[in-house]
């Protein structure tokens, strides 16, 4: 069969082979094969990427994981062919990023963005995407929501501007239209948030946690007083 990436793409892979730390080449690799394939056929990098996460430095492996995680939540709902021909690899990506993930670290709070995209790669492998897509909002601090009655858009903040629910994103620097964001208290977390919760602790990421308590809590839409979970409605994903 032939490969179905293009020899640019290729040409990328077998420099990262020698030089994996070059975070300009990784950038040229990501663009090449987000906007010049299809999401099935970019997929033919797994096999190379697992190669570089396997053999190459951490933050070689975090980026090639990073990158195999995304690659697999861009082609969904493609991807049942691509998940059998590429299963050796993806379970090779899976067992690394378990591996990192279980990484008990001196100090509260390192790293916390590769945490994050640890957690989501790690869900894209395992079949998860749409969690993956979702948790991307942990990054920045911020999602967007939905009322499940109205429909109304809001957004969720997560960070730097305190814990709340507000109309708009020019919002997240005044409280005036603030609505109170509720944290679920932990051993209310079932299936998947009770599973990522109890990482972010094991592996001493207090705040991460704290965030998922209040992403699974509830919260009001202020036009209607309707009152909902902020995970279950993320704006733009099934469900919303």
């Known amino acids: 069969m032939p490969?179905?990436?293009r020899p640019q793409a290729v040409a990328l892979l077998d420099e990262l082979s020698t030089n994996g730390a070059d975070s300009?080449?990784?950038?040229?690799?990501?663009?090449?094969l987000y906007y010049r394939h299809i999401g099935e056929h970019a997929?033919?990098?797994?096999?190379?990427?697992?190669?570089?996460?396997?053999?190459?430095?951490?933050l070689t492996r975090l980026r090639a994981i990073e990158l195999a995680g995304d690659l697999l939540a861009r082609a969904d709902p493609?991807?049942?062919?691509?998940r059998e021909q590429y299963a050796?690899?993806?379970?090779?990506?899976?067992s690394l990023v378990r591996a990192d993930l279980a990484t008990k670290y001196a100090e509260q709070d390192h790293e916390p963005d590769a945490f994050v995209y640890r957690i989501r790669s790690m869900l894209a492998l395992e079949g998860e995407t749409e969690w993956s897509r979702r948790l991307a909002g942990l990054l920045g601090g911020e999602f967007e929501i939905k009322c499940p009655e109205c429909s109304a858009v809001m957004?969720?903040?997560?960070?730097t501007h305190g814990v709340f629910t507000c109309w708009d994103d020019d919002s997240l620097a005044d409280d005036a239209d603030d609505t109170e964001l509720v944290p679920t208290v932990p051993t209310r977390l079932t299936g998947l948030a009770?599973?990522?919760h109890t990482l972010a602790v094991t592996v001493r990421q207090p705040v991460l946690a704290r965030h998922l308590t209040y992403l699974f809590g509830r919260t009001t839409c202020p036009r209607n007083a309707h009152e909902f979970t902020p995970a279950d409605t993320i704006a733009g994903l099934p469900g919303s």
């Open 88 to 94: 050796q690899d993806i379970a090779t990506l899976l």
């Open 78 to 82: 493609h991807t049942g062919s691509v």
């Open 155 to 159: 957004f969720v903040a997560l960070g």
């Open 43 to 58: 997929c033919a990098a797994l096999p190379a990427l697992a190669a570089l996460a396997r053999e190459g430095v951490p």
């Open 3 to 5: 490969n179905p990436l």
């Open 194 to 196: 009770h599973r990522l």
């Open 24 to 32: 300009g080449v990784w950038s040229d690799l990501r663009e090449e």
